[in-house]
């Protein structure tokens, strides 16, 4: 809660609705009624203001931002003609954003909307429109629903001890007999397999370790991955001082910097008389708002409302600032992965590494940096393991027959029976399963 509302720290759209397909995750919230606002970015590029405070022209904010989408299409065409090689030789583009509005719009279009310039499979598969989550209930309220089919719950709440919380994984001891994970606090739980949800930029930081080390295979892929930080900042006012209405929820700031509190939105429409603003940063500026004081940017943010709406307007009463890339927890906000012209990098990554399956929005093919993609991901992930436990299943019956066959022959041996007519007297039901016991290690134990 912030300012009197539920706010969403991290994700907080619906991203991908109204196309041929539907969004899993907007079926989920249409089911349990969740609260959602339809967002219209279209007329952002004609809400750009200067430091000064006067807003662009139109004329010049559609030219501005046809001449950014022309130069991220001859972009993606040079690095499609050098084999996608960072360190081929290019000269620089014509186009490259210098001015403010041209660095502005060239923010969002590759930093906030994360946007490419071809159509992504999130816009091709379920559409273009967005909607925001404002519900009291929070996003995480999908998630709560979804495990009362599988967790005991009561009145919300989830109440089985099966589910282990506030336990930091610091080790993952595997080997072919099963997964040891050893928590900071202590405890050790011994399991088949694990399917490891961490975010990528957990895998590159050294919160777990694996014992043996990942292969060589493995690290590569999860370090050519690129964090993304994606900063909302949330500010509360005594009352409105900007523009609301029509094709007014979101406005932008024109710097000579780059991403500098670029692109805001007022939460009127989502709930109306909070008087509170969003500000979104992302990399490099998340990353140096996070070193500082709230109260530094806090500061920051005033002098840019004030380069927009006046020196008149009334100070915030208070700030939200998320802290994604310094949580270690998190370390960012979600996958980014070059552009390359095939998704081995992505394969690496969310291929199992013996008995440890990996997941996360990062191991979807089409759908990395998206919450419906770590809910596919999830999926994905599920029914590869539980494949692979029947392949083990079936190797071990088939092992366990065998292992069981030996004795019983040599035990009728004696009967001066032949082998083959032993095994053709013996019956499927006959096979007495009393003669096993599971060992610790899982391992059938003969006990005759």
């Keep these: ?77 040079d690095q499609e003609a050098n084999g996608f090689d960072d360190n081929s030789n290019r000269t620089e583009l014509p186009l490259t954003p210098k001015t403010p509005i ?26 273009e429109r967005e909607f925001l989550v404002a519900d009291e209930r ?64 957990v895998l590159q930081s050294d919160l ?78 998340s990353k140096r708002v996070e070193t500082q004081s709230n109260e530094e940017t806090l500061k920051e943010a005033m002098c840019v409302l004030r380069d927009m ?8 009463t208070g700030i939200l600032v998320p802290r994604w890339w310094n949580n270690r927890f998190q370390r960012g906000s979600y996958s980014n992965y070059p552009i390359i012209s095939n998704n081995q990098v992505l394969n690496d990554i969310k291929a199992p590494v013996g008995r440890i399956f990996f997941t996360g929005e990062h191991t979807s093919e089409r759908f990395n940096g998206y919450v419906h993609g770590g809910y596919l991901a999830g999926i994905d992930t599920t029914k590869a393991l539980l494949e692979e436990i029947r392949k083990d299943e079936r190797k071990n019956d088939s092992q366990n027959q065998n292992f069981l066959l030996e004795p019983l022959l040599a035990l009728t041996g004696s009967l001066n029976l032949t082998q083959t007519d032993a095994v053709s007297g013996l019956h499927k039901c006959d096979v007495p399963t009393q003669l096993y016991l599971s060992s610790k290690l899982g391992i059938p134990e003969a006990i005759l």
């Design 309 to 316: 709406f006046g020196p008149d307007i009334p100070n915030a």
């Design 102 to 127: 041209e660095l502005a719009i060239d923010f969002i279009l590759h930093d906030f909307e994360m946007a490419e310039v071809e159509p992504i499979s999130t816009f091709v598969d379920f559409g």
């Design 208 to 285: 777990i370790s694996f014992r043996p080390p990942l292969p060589r295979w493995k690290t590569k892929a999860i370090e050519k991955c690129d964090v993304m930080v994606y900063t909302k900042i949330f500010l509360k006012f005594p009352y409105k001082f900007w523009p609301c209405g029509p094709e007014k929820e979101f406005f932008i700031y024109a710097h000579e910097r780059r991403g500098y509190y670029t692109f805001w939105q007022h939460m009127e429409n989502t709930y109306p008389g909070s008087n509170i603003l969003v500000v979104t940063l992302t990399n490099g500026e």
């Design 138 to 201: 929070g996003y995480e309220y999908l998630l709560y629903k979804m495990v009362e089919d599988f967790l005991f719950t009561s009145e919300g709440k989830i109440l089985d001890n099966r589910l282990k919380l506030n336990k930091v994984v610091r080790e993952l001891q595997h080997s072919r007999n099963g997964v040891t994970v050893r928590t900071e606090d202590g405890c050790v739980y011994e399991a088949n397999y694990v399917i490891l949800s961490a975010s990528i930029g």
């Design 1 to 77: 809660m912030f300012g009197g509302v539920s706010v969403e720290l991290g994700a907080g759209w619906i991203v991908g609705v109204g196309g041929k397909e539907s969004n899993p995750v907007w079926e989920l919230a249409a089911q349990l009624g969740l609260r959602t606002c339809f967002s219209d970015y279209s007329n952002a590029r004609y809400n750009i203001y200067d430091r000064s405070g006067k807003i662009f022209p139109s004329g010049i904010a559609a030219d501005s931002y046809k001449k950014a989408v022309d130069s991220a299409i001859q972009k993606l065409r």
